[in-house]
């Protein structure tokens, strides 16, 4: 079992960074591919980023390439989303998940476990 607790939303402007960190227990946590997902309002969760368990492959969806960076420290048992040059329609929660033993996959059942989520709101 591994319990995942997302902090660093809050509200920004335009143009603004933001680092979200996602805590994890357990002592397997090198073994996890990680994800970061985001769900705005009326909308579908959907993929923002992924990390394998080494931290040697990182994966993104298109609209945050360039300017959302994922990455982890094992140990601390914790995975990072850098997000620079904000932008209002990236406002949503954020939920970081966990992939046991697997590739980090773009789908929502690519996934064991989920943090409950950390609201980020770009103002313009």
């Known amino acids: 079992q591994v319990r995942l607790v997302e902090s660093g939303g809050r509200l920004v402007q335009a143009g603004g960074s933001l680092r979200l960190s996602c805590a994890a227990s357990g002592r397997t946590f090198s073994t996890y591919g990680m994800g970061w997902f985001r769900q705005a309002p009326g909308n579908e969760r959907e993929f923002v980023a992924g990390?394998?368990?080494?931290?040697?492959?990182?994966y993104y969806t298109d609209s945050v390439k360039g300017r959302f960076t994922i990455s982890r420290d094992n140990a601390k048992n914790t995975v990072y989303l850098q997000m620079n040059t904000l932008k209002p329609e990236d406002t949503a929660v954020y939920s970081c998940?966990?992939?046991?033993?697997?590739?980090?996959?773009?789908?929502?059942?690519?996934?064991?476990?989920w943090g409950q989520g950390t609201q980020v709101t770009v103002s313009s």
């Open positions: 998940a966990a992939a046991a033993g697997r590739v980090p996959s773009r789908t929502l059942s690519g996934y064991d476990y």
């Open positions: 990390i394998s368990a080494s931290g040697v492959g990182t």
